[in-house]
């Protein structure tokens, strides 16, 4: 069974950095897609970037700002997010399925999610 745990989240400044990690169960990313997304209150789920063994994808949002990387010996998947902006304030959660898609129905397990907020 995949279990995905996030970590990382925070409060940050605008124009600051935040490195998120999701440790998945082993096996995790030989049969995964990986992703991360995002929930503001009152909001969908949104899609923030996603990688298929080493193709990468974003969301229009956050192209150019945050970078998604894996470390296949520590099963981990970061997300590297910089030059925040407040509306970058959401859940952010770690995803793992078998289609590399934005859709949230393209993913079957997801993590907790861990909070990030952005101060202006």
């Known amino acids: 069974q995949v279990q995905l745990v996030e970590s990382g989240g925070g409060l940050v400044q605008a124009g600051g950095s935040l490195r998120l990690a999701c440790a998945a169960s082993?096996?995790?990313?030989?049969?995964?897609?990986m992703a991360w997304f995002r929930q503001a209150p009152g909001k969908e789920r949104e899609f923030v970037a996603a990688l298929r063994w080493d193709i990468r994808m974003y969301g229009e949002s956050v192209q150019g700002r945050f970078t998604i990387s894996r470390d296949n010996a520590k099963n981990t998947v970061f997300l590297q997010m910089d030059s925040l902006k407040p509306e970058d304030t959401a859940v952010y959660y770690c995803?793992?399925?078998?289609?590399?898609?934005?859709?949230?129905?393209?993913?079957?397990?997801w993590g907790q999610g861990t909070q990030v907020t952005v101060s202006s």
């Open positions: 995803a793992a399925g078998p289609r590399f898609g934005r859709s949230p129905d393209d993913y079957r397990n």
């Open positions: 082993e096996g995790t990313f030989s049969n995964n897609v």
